[in-house]
């Protein structure tokens, strides 16, 4: 008998207001098909004022909650995967804790940029093999509107708000690919790319700073380290490419997702796509479409699942599982 990290529920919460890209044109020198050729973005949602990642991941919680049937007090362990915290500390992850009602367990952020939720996930994942929780809320929320410098047209068009958040539960496998829940994990960080992508304001400035990113030279790592993480975490699932059912790649940009499966030899038909609509939401972006994934009724109980992503630092992986 083998522990497994079972979703035995999932959500999501998107701010009200949708900005198509059509807006950006009146400020900036874009447009519309420049937006959507180089990223596919067409759309996303940015928080309204007073909206922050402790109250969208504190929806997509509840939501995540109300799926499995279950309530805060029956939750051991909140693991929150941010870049924009509402405060320098405590973390969104103990704000959250509190909007729920949950005064029992533990709750702590995870910082790994685009590649949080992957992070969470296998830190979610440790503690439920460890059996240090046998419950724990994995929540990817960012409010990147709130770092945006709205003068740099190669940045402040590619990001959007969100959140999205699965429970994981505890639950008795028997060691093989057949088992529901989180099958293998991979991470990985090269902190020589820092300068790639970052923020550049912080406790050494006293500033919040705006995003900073040399998108072509991401770019230019992206699809060889996705597919690179991805196939080492089938090999450590014991799972081959033919077996997936879905791709939930990190949505950054469809010509990183649609590369990246070409890679793995997949076709677009198995991959998860959200980015038309979200835009880049960080950590939000893959439990925003594993989600709405699920609403669209892509994804299905017993489905072979490969998530993946790459962001600042930078940092990168994927984990497999059974959905
Ligand atoms: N509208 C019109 N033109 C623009 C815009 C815009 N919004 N933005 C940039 N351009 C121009 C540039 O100025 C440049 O012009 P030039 O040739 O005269 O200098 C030209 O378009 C091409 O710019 P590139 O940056 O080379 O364009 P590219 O095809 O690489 O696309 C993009 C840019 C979309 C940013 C792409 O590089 C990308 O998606 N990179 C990866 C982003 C990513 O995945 N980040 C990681 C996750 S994010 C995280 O961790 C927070």
Redesign the pocket.
């Known amino acids: 008998m083998t522990t497994r990290a079972v979703v035995i529920g999932c959500g999501h919460y998107l701010p009200s207001r949708v900005v198509e890209n059509a807006e950006?044109e009146a400020t900036?020198?874009?447009?519309d098909e420049?937006?959507k050729s180089?990223?596919g973005i067409e759309r996303r949602h940015f928080a309204a004022e007073g909206e922050t990642t402790s109250s969208m991941a504190t929806a997509a919680a509840q939501a995540a909650l109300k799926d499995a049937g279950l309530g805060p007090d029956d939750v051991d362990a909140i693991v929150l995967a941010t870049?924009t915290a509402d405060f320098t500390f405590p973390s969104a992850a103990t704000m959250v804790q509190a909007q729920l009602g949950m005064t029992s367990g533990y709750a702590f952020d995870v910082q790994a940029?685009?590649?949080g939720f992957i992070f969470a996930l296998t830190n979610a994942n440790a503690l439920i093999l460890s059996g240090q929780a046998k419950r724990v809320l994995v929540i990817g929320a960012e409010t990147?509107s709130r770092i945006m410098d709205w003068t740099d047209?190669?940045?402040c068009?590619?990001?959007g708000d969100g959140a999205g958040a699965v429970l994981l539960e505890a639950q008795d496998g028997d060691g093989t690919a057949s088992d529901r829940g989180v099958l293998s994990t991979d991470l990985n960080s090269d902190g020589r790319h820092r300068d790639l992508?970052y923020v550049d304001g912080g406790v050494s400035t006293g500033t919040t700073g705006y995003?900073r990113?040399q998108?072509?030279q991401?770019?230019r790592h992206?699809v060889g380290k996705l597919a690179a993480t991805a196939t080492t975490a089938m090999e450590r699932a014991g799972v081959t490419a033919a077996e997936v059912d879905w791709i939930v790649p990190?949505q950054?940009?469809i010509?990183?997702i649609q590369g990246t499966a070409k890679k793995l030899e997949l076709p677009m038909e198995q991959v998860v796509v959200t980015v038309q609509d979200h835009g880049?939401t960080?950590a939000a972006s893959i439990p925003l479409a594993l989600s709405v994934g699920r609403d669209r009724g892509q994804i299905k109980p017993g489905d072979l699942i490969v998530t993946e992503a790459?962001?600042?630092g930078l940092a990168w992986g994927a984990v497999v599982l059974r959905w």
Not at 28 to 31: E, K, P, R
């Open positions: 950006f900036l020198d874009t447009n420049w937006i180089r990223s870049s940029v685009c590649a990147f047209r190669s940045t068009v590619l990001f992508l995003l990113m998108g072509n991401v770019f992206a990190h950054a940009n010509r990183i880049n960080s790459i962001g600042g």
